[in-house]
């Protein structure tokens, strides 16, 4: 349900018709009677005030107090309100709101908030949130049906354009950053195994670390930080260009369209990524193991290889894609709740990164303790 909107237009025979659109909520704010007085100062000769509300699709007191000091600024300048666009209800109710005077002292002052309200007030904001949440998810549930169904609409070449992007254009990134994560477990395994004369034991800790936890972590961590806020940027742009609202006009489904294969392209490619980033983290402790352990690369190639299953390997390719969905849908998430600014793109692309590391992590913990209960 698009969200309230306000519109002014300026007639003829000195009349400013007022157009109400969308659903109008107290959780969005209170519509500025300012800009309505902004109006007015740019056409004097305005005389009548009249209203269309074709397009109301909802409201709530909100518009009430809206109406309440457009009617009060009409009366401080002798301009005539005709109020026969109003739905039956709001008239009535702005007849009975003026019917009354306002008794004198009964506004609060503004001023700081006390903590019950700030806590109210972010009590509905999480509310809001959780409810929006929830509802992209259940629309991405019916496009996943409807792709499973084979009849989900979208660009082929979209996908394969963002499959490169998300995969082989990722590489020099995990490159670095998996080559050095095996270099440090390593070399922090080394000074403390070295004590004990238990230097082979570098390889199990580092194929194990990697291959089970740290490979897929990392790879999602650098994931969301680079292709989540990527997702959340490009999204949020098309919001504020009303490029999704032209999607929407011509019968396209934007879940399917721009969603649905962002979400394809990092789930395939996720699974690759952290087998190559599980790969240069053991060549990283193979490094250290051989330049500071002196241990041979045959040796500890041999110790890596029994120290890990499978098992293990499954598990760590398992994880990837579940963090690849997370990363993709927050990403998704945030911008097409991004705001009608340019600022509001760089917070979209904010939230996506904080968003898809911390459902990365409690990701982690999940699969962990699911993973000891199965025995894994």
């Known amino acids: 349900m698009a969200a309230g909107a306000l519109a ?49 699709v909802a409201w709530d007191s909100s518009v009430l107090a809206f109406l309440a000091e457009v009617s009060e600024l009409c009366r401080a300048r002798g301009i005539e309100m005709n109020r026969a666009g109003l739905p039956t209800g709001l008239r009535r109710l702005l007849e009975l709101a003026e019917a009354v005077p306002e008794k004198k002292g009964a506004r609060q002052e503004a001023g700081e908030a006390s903590v019950l309200e700030r806590i109210g ?38 996908l394969f354009l963002l499959i490169q992007q998300c995969g082989a254009q990722a590489l020099p990134i995990v490159t670095l950053i998996s080559f050095l994560v095996g270099v440090i477990l390593a070399f922090v ?14 390889a199990d800790l580092v194929g194990i670390g990697m291959i089970r936890e740290m490979g897929a972590m990392m790879t999602g961590i650098i994931m969301a930080g680079r292709t989540g806020a990527a997702f959340a940027a490009q999204l949020g742009t098309m919001k504020v260009t009303q490029e ?41 402790g193979a490094v250290i193991g051989v330049g500071m352990l002196d241990l041979s690369w045959a040796t500890y190639f041999r110790e890596t290889a029994q120290a890990i299953t499978l098992a293990d390997i499954l598990g760590g390719v398992f994880k990837s ?25 760089g917070d979209a692309a904010t939230s996506a990164v904080v968003t898809g590391i911390v459902s990365i992590v409690v990701a982690c913990g999940i699969f962990a303790v699911a993973f000891y209960v199965l025995g894994i």
Not at 125 to 142: I, K, N, Q, R, V
Not at 253 to 271: C, Q, W
């Open 189 to 202: 395994g080394a000074v403390q195994l070295r004590q004990f004369g238990a230097q082979i034991y570098v």
């Open 321 to 345: 894609s579940v963090y690849g969905a997370l990363i993709a849908l927050s990403g998704c998430l945030r911008g097409m709740q991004c705001g009608n600014s340019s600022s509001a793109v």
């Open 8 to 56: 002014f237009i300026l007639g003829e025979n000195s009349s400013l018709e007022i157009r109400l659109s969308g659903a109008w909520s107290l959780r969005a704010g209170l519509p500025e009677a300012a800009s309505f007085q902004h109006e007015l100062d740019q056409a004097p000769q305005v005389k009548t005030v009249a209203f269309e509300t074709a397009g109301l």
């Open 244 to 284: 999704i609202d032209a999607f929407t006009t011509l019968g396209f489904s934007a879940l399917e369209f721009l969603v649905l294969p962002r979400v394809i392209a990092l789930v395939l490619m996720m699974p690759l990524l952290c087998l190559y980033a599980d790969f240069l983290g053991v060549l990283g």
């Open 121 to 158: 007030g972010i009590a509905i904001s999480a509310t809001g949130a959780f409810g929006a949440t929830f509802a992209f998810l259940g629309e991405m549930t019916l496009t996943v049906g409807q792709f499973l169904r084979l009849r989900a609409r979208f660009r082929s070449a979209d």
